[in-house]
């Protein structure tokens, strides 16, 4: 589901002057399996307490991603092969695993208990390749809180974020709820998974790899912008993510077509 980035320090009894909304990229694993909803379980963590990593080392481990995007750390092999990171069949914490995708993690926080947003306000779009064609808008008429992939903050009498008195609104509350704070995993991100073809797992993975990497090299960097309306007044973000761009020998082409390298996209069902 990628450069200059907002950033910002959510510190405990800080009130904030205006919304902010920041747009925070990272690789996880597949949505939708064991680990990639224990990723996004630990995405939501960070992106709440404003942290770079977070949970045990392994695959549902959250870190926030910067730098240049190369292609082999964003493949879905579901169906073909296991792979972890570009290395098909991993072993130890990584074995059984399918693959990665990039998260867009956001974070918008009201100024104070006055402002307020609902998830229902929000719009969020990417752009692969900066190709409209292939644009996905983030709408959400059935979405929830649903504690899973999207938790909202009702801060409490002292008015501030971060404090004891914040009440967490995660229980499938409706996508209208008012909030002072909204945190999103984000969307699952992925190339493939790669059709079959001649040599081994890691000869197919690396084919693929490089037939996306010229892909890349034909529509640019990946962006994701956001925007949510508040009570009293607007923010918007947009993060831009570069991919590394090789250009694949004679042999690759010949393992598989580039005309197969495919882009699937995951938004956490509602709940």
Known sequence: MRKTLSLFV?????????????????IGPISGTASGDAYEQNALNALRNNLTTF???G??????????????????????????????????????????????????????????????????????FSDPAISIPYN???DTYDGSSIIGVQYGTDGLFGTADDILVNSGQANTTPVNALFYAGYSVSFGPPSSGSGTPQQQLDA????????????????????????????????????????????TYALIG??????????????
């Open 10 to 26: 959510a510190v405990a009894g800080l009130s904030f002057a205006a919304p902010t909304l920041t747009i925070i990229p990272s």
């Open 55 to 57: 949970g045990s080392a």
């Open 59 to 128: 695959p549902s481990q959250y870190n926030r991603f910067t730098g240049v995007l190369n292609p082999s750390q964003i493949v879905d092999t579901t169906g073909a092969f296991t792979s972890w990171l570009g290395t098909a069949n991993p072993g130890g914490l990584f074995a059984g695993e399918y693959g990665n995708a990039l998260y867009y993690g956001i974070q918008w926080i009201g100024a104070s208990s006055s402002e307020q947003v609902s998830l229902s306000q929000f719009t969020f779009i990417d752009s692969y």
């Open 140 to 142: 959400t008429p059935g």
């Open 208 to 251: 693929y790899v490089n037939s996306t990497a010229a892909l890349a090299a034909a529509f640019g960097p990946q962006t994701s912008s956001a925007q949510g309306v508040s009570t009293s007044g607007n923010a918007s973000a947009t993060a831009n993510i570069g991919l590394t761009t090789s250009i694949p020998e004679p042999s």
């Open 258 to 271: 580039i005309g197969l390298v495919a882009l699937t996209y995951v938004r956490r069902r509602a709940a």
